[in-house]
């Protein structure tokens, strides 16, 4: 059985820092920049999966990295 993602969605502090890291350190393309809701974000291609990136809205609180945490 094969998996793939259809889409992913991303929230970030720096949106151009993530864009340049999808970019420029994946190889993936910049479909367009747009809102999700109130946030500014954009849409990327990764080799045919959707990821979608947006910073956080002013209501939404950022918690630390959670995979450092047992």
Known sequence: MSFRFHHVHIICKDLE???GFFTE???ADLV???KFG???GASLDLQGTAI???VARA???M???AS???
């Open 68 to 70: 450092r945490t047992v």
């Open 38 to 40: 109130t946030a500014d």
């Open 59 to 61: 209501d939404e609180r």
């Open 63 to 65: 918690e630390a990295d």
């Open 25 to 27: 350190g994946l190889g």
């Open 17 to 19: 820092k993530m864009i």
């Open 52 to 54: 979608n990136v947006r």
């Open 32 to 34: 367009r920049r747009k």
